[in-house]
């Protein structure tokens, strides 16, 4: 009798491990949602990673509503970022400061560095300064995409040991670069400053031409172009 109620609960284990292994292995297989971003400079494609899953389901719920379609690129500063992604832009007067603009929620941080990081292209959540929000939660819907620049190693080691005096730890993995981080720093180029900081949720698979080009356009003192550059639409794809 205990042999066969051992024997059952060994069936029991070996059928939901079997279970679980099933399911990870789906999930680890999911494929990549893809963003269109249609662009009065242009179009770019981008991919939403699953690593993050928060922040790639609450981008395609917004993607869905529209909510994107209409916004302004309102922040771009050379060598930096683009962002985008605030709801007041979409009827905003010309030089009307732009930012605050939200949907009404946040999102938990997703920090996965080191092997989620701020390279060349990579697609971000904005998010308040650390005074107001400690947490470091994102916009709801806010967002930024990387052009950078190229770093150093010397300036790349100066950088982390600097975060990690002030964020962390000398064994906490979250501040340090990983080799293929420097690589990309180094030949490719990113924010590196803004990595254990601010989400990392996706990247540009195509039209980092478009993110450069937006970049570089004259800007007044708030980093507002001045001339519009309106997303026209933002659509899933396969």
Same mark, same amino acid.
Do not use: W
């Given at each position: /009798?205990? /042999?066969?109620?051992? #024997?059952?609960?060994?069936?029991?284990?070996?059928?939901?491990?079997?279970?679980?292994?099933?399911?990870?292995?789906?999930?680890?297989?999911?494929?990549?949602?893809?963003?269109?971003?249609?662009?009065? @400079?242009?179009?770019?494609?981008?991919?939403? =990673?699953?690593?993050?899953?928060?922040?790639?389901?609450? #981008?395609?719920?917004?993607?869905?509503?529209?909510?994107?379609?209409?916004?302004?690129?309102? &922040?771009?500063?050379?060598?930096?970022?683009?962002?985008?992604?605030?709801? %007041?832009?979409?009827? !905003? !007067?010309?030089?009307?400061?732009?930012? @605050?603009?939200?949907?009404?929620?946040?999102?938990?941080?997703? #920090?996965?560095?080191? !092997?989620?990081?701020?390279? =060349?292209?990579?697609?971000?959540?904005? &998010? @308040?300064?650390?005074? $107001?929000?400690?947490?470091?939660?994102?916009?709801?819907?806010?967002?930024?995409?990387?052009?950078?620049?190229? #770093?150093?190693?010397?300036?790349?080691?100066?950088?982390?040991?600097?975060?990690?005096?002030? =964020?962390?730890?000398? %064994?906490?993995?979250?501040?340090?670069?990983?080799?293929?981080?420097?690589?990309? =720093?180094? %030949?490719?180029?990113?924010?590196?400053?803004?990595?254990? %900081?601010?989400?990392?949720?996706?990247?540009?698979?195509?039209? /980092?031409?478009?993110? @450069?080009?937006?970049?570089?356009?004259? $800007?007044?003192?708030?980093?507002?172009?001045?001339?519009?550059?309106?997303?026209?639409? /933002?659509?899933?794809? &396969?």
């Amino acid at each position: /009798m205990i /042999m066969k109620r051992l #024997f059952f609960h060994l069936t029991i284990l070996l059928s939901s491990t079997l279970l679980l292994s099933c399911s990870t292995a789906r999930i680890s297989k999911t494929k990549e949602q893809k963003v269109l971003i249609q662009t009065t @400079e242009g179009d770019i494609t981008l991919k939403l =990673y699953n690593e993050t899953p928060l922040h790639r389901d609450n #981008f395609i719920k917004l993607v869905k509503a529209k909510t994107y379609n209409g916004v302004l690129f309102h &922040r771009v500063i050379k060598e930096f970022m683009i962002q985008g992604g605030d709801p %007041n832009s979409k009827t !905003a !007067a010309p030089d009307m400061m732009l930012g @605050e603009g939200d949907v009404g929620y946040t999102i938990p941080a997703e #920090f996965k560095t080191p !092997a989620i990081y701020h390279k =060349y292209g990579a697609l971000a959540a904005a &998010r @308040e300064s650390d005074d $107001t929000n400690p947490h470091k939660v994102s916009s709801g819907c806010q967002f930024y995409i990387v052009v950078g620049k190229k #770093f150093t190693d010397e300036q790349l080691d100066k950088m982390q040991e600097s975060k990690i005096a002030r =964020y962390g730890h000398t %064994n906490d993995s979250t501040y340090k670069f990983s080799a293929q981080a420097r690589h990309d =720093y180094k %030949n490719v180029g990113g924010t590196p400053h803004l990595d254990g %900081n601010y989400t990392v949720y996706g990247e540009v698979l195509k039209g /980092m031409d478009v993110a @450069e080009k937006i970049s570089k356009v004259q $800007t007044n003192s708030h980093d507002r172009p001045v001339k519009d550059i309106r997303i026209k639409k /933002m659509k899933l794809i &396969r």
